[in-house]
């Protein structure tokens, strides 16, 4: 009558929101890192302005860029200052200015796809659409998951870079009290310490969004594998899923279009015992008459067996013991029985040929041969 009930997810309330908030964080920090790896191009291509004088304060962003963005092009004096980097150069690095490039490169157009995916995450977690819901997860998921992957490999790639530069920068001394000559230019070892711990920090996001990214992964993941093997998801307002919140799964269902029947049923068996709840309506048939109609009928060879006899006419039930028969409740009314009693109490016709006047006028009966 309702049709199939349709399917849903359950609490989806708590699956909204955290796809809500996967699906914003995600769109903001695609946004961010977008624009990051496009500077990190630029700067490899020597189309971004450094600084036209170096200073004590311009020292670090100079060895930073030197480091890992400046490529193979020269810079005007007046966008870069050059500098004996000598001792810089002396740290071999694990990713040089080219092969960190390629990573940028690849690493912006997981950024677009992670900020695509996190908008359908937003649009199409839907509770009456669940392939939908589980496409928009899977997709996020998948991304997210590279992201987290590529970003604990930046991150322990920089992690080594910083210890080599601090191994390097150990070998000098930086007072003139100790044994040896302070060397200036060890400086430039510091800042490319410094500068590879920044980009460390850069790539797990500040540790604290890395771990945010992973935990929202890690929920949604196991909240995609529950709807996807999830056989009961039923729904609706006559058919409540179990194991649900709802108060509608308290209550029975609804029968509106549905009547209660009452069976009478006919008895004509010594065996039965009525109950003292019940009221029984007694009907009385002339057992001969009805016999005797079967036998003249011209169609009785063509008529039910049943009607031949008035023992096949009645269906008797097997008779019902006071031990088996069920009890009934007490809230239960009374039901209406009806008892059929074959009786003779109707005279039988009498189909004899009447007197017949003789010669004499005297009434005679026929004589019987």
């Known amino acids: 009558m309702y049709g199939q009930p349709s399917t849903g997810i359950k ?36 189309h971004i302005y450094i600084t036209n004088d170096m200073t004590y304060g ?51 157009g997981v950024s677009v796809c992670w900020f695509v995916v996190s908008i359908v995450l937003l649009v199409y977690v839907r509770k009456d659409c669940v392939k939908l819901t589980l496409g928009a997860i899977y997709s996020w998921a998948f991304f997210v998951a590279a992201i987290c992957a590529m970003d604990v490999a930046a991150g322990v790639i920089f992690g080594v870079d910083f210890s080599r530069f601090h191994a390097k920068a150990s070998e000098y001394n930086a007072n003139d009290v100790n044994a040896g000559a302070v060397n200036p230019n060890a400086a430039q070892l510091v800042a490319g310490g ?68 009452v069976n009478v049923q006919a008895y004509n068996n010594d065996a039965f015992l009525p109950e003292t709840r019940s009221t029984a ?57 009806t008892v059929v009693v074959a009786t003779s109490g109707f005279p039988m016709p009498d189909y004899s040929p009447g007197l017949s006047p003789s010669s004499n006028g005297i009434l005679r009966h026929p004589q019987q041969y």
Request: with cysteine; net charge neutral.
């Open 11 to 46: 609490n989806f309330d708590s699956l909204k929101s955290w796809s809500i908030w996967a699906g914003v964080l995600g769109v903001v920090q695609a946004v961010i890192w977008i624009g990051l790896t496009i500077t990190a191009i630029v700067a490899y291509t020597c």
């Open 58 to 108: 311009t020292f670090v962003k100079t060895i930073f860029f030197d480091v890992y963005f400046h490529g193979s092009c020269k810079m005007s004096p007046a966008d870069y200052q050059s500098y004996d980097s000598t001792i810089l150069r002396s740290v071999q690095t694990v990713f040089d200015p080219t092969q960190l490039l390629i990573w940028d490169c690849v690493y912006l």
């Open 194 to 261: 410094v500068a590879a711990m920044a980009m460390m920090i850069i790539s797990f996001k500040g540790f604290i969004m890395w771990l945010i990214n992973f935990g929202l992964l890690v929920y949604l993941l196991v909240r995609a594998v529950r709807i996807s093997t999830d056989k009961d998801r039923s729904d609706t307002l006559f058919m409540p899923r179990k194991n649900s919140n709802e108060i509608l799964t308290t209550r029975a269902p609804i029968r509106a279009y549905e009547e209660e029947r």
């Open 281 to 337: 309506e007694t009907i009385e048939v002339n057992e001969e008459a009805i016999v005797r109609a079967a036998h003249m009928s011209r169609d009785a060879s063509l008529m039910d067996r049943r009607f031949r006899s008035i023992d096949a006419f009645q269906q008797y039930p097997a008779p019902n013991s006071q031990a088996t028969r069920p009890v009934r409740q007490s809230s239960q009314a009374p039901v209406q029985e």
